[in-house]
Every structure is written in C-alpha cells, then in structure tokens.
C-alpha cells in the first residue's frame, strides 16, 4: 500500500522559516517526480514545486521562487521543502503527491493536480503575527 505522510506544518510569524517533510512508503520514490501543492481555505489546489525522479532537476511557482526549496532523499524515502521568507498567502495546508505522468518537472507539473497520485493528508502551514 502506497502512503505519503506530510509533517513539518505549525504557526510562524511573517519572515519566518519552515521545513515541511514528506514521508513516502510502498513506493520506489526514485521512479517518480514528486511535487508539493498547497490548498487554502477557499481556493483550488495550487502547485508549488516539482522534483524530478531522474536528474533531481526542480521546478517552482513564481509565487515562492526563490523563497522555497525542494530536495529529496530516495534512499530514505523522503521529500522536503524548505519555506523561507514566509509571508501571509503561504497560509495553507500543503500536500505531496507523486507524478503518474511525467518523470521530469516542467511548468505542467505545477499546473495539473489531477495527473498526481498518492496524496497524503496534509501539514497545516499558518503564517500570522
């Protein structure tokens, strides 16, 4: 049974940092990109970022370039996203996912949430003062 746990969410101030981990199981992660997207109260599920499975080649909104940064540990199972400079619209519930697909990240991975598979149950981010 495939299952992605997400963790790393909580409550932090305008400025701040966060290290969101996702936890993959029953997979071999290194086969597929894996992205993280976010979800607010009210809105469509938003693509964040991409990791591809072959080169580790990334991809990201233009609303968190050079802010967030994704990397990946397939020997581990792991995929993680580093959230700097948060600001209050980063408030959300963030997800990973894997790419059924595609294998390479391109502004495509970012924009269609239906071709990912494997969703798990989220890590609440809040950015508030």
């Known amino acids: 049974q495939v299952q992605f746990v997400e963790s790393g969410g909580g409550l932090v101030q305008p400025g701040g940092s966060l290290r969101l981990s996702c936890a993959a199981s029953?997979?071999?992660?290194?086969?597929?990109?894996i992205g993280w997207f976010r979800q607010a109260p009210g809105k469509e599920r938003e693509g964040v970022s991409c990791i591809s499975s072959s080169d580790g080649s990334t991809y990201y909104a233009d609303s968190v370039k050079g802010r967030f940064t994704i990397s990946r540990d397939n020997a581990k199972k792991m995929v993680y996203l580093q959230m700097n400079s948060l600001m209050p619209e980063d408030t959300a519930v963030y997800y990973c996912a894997a790419d059924i697909m595609r294998r390479r990240c391109s502004y495509y991975s970012v924009s269609y949430p239906a071709d990912y598979r494997y969703w798990g149950q989220g890590t609440q981010v809040t950015v508030s003062s």
């Open positions: 029953g997979i071999t992660l290194d086969y597929y990109a």
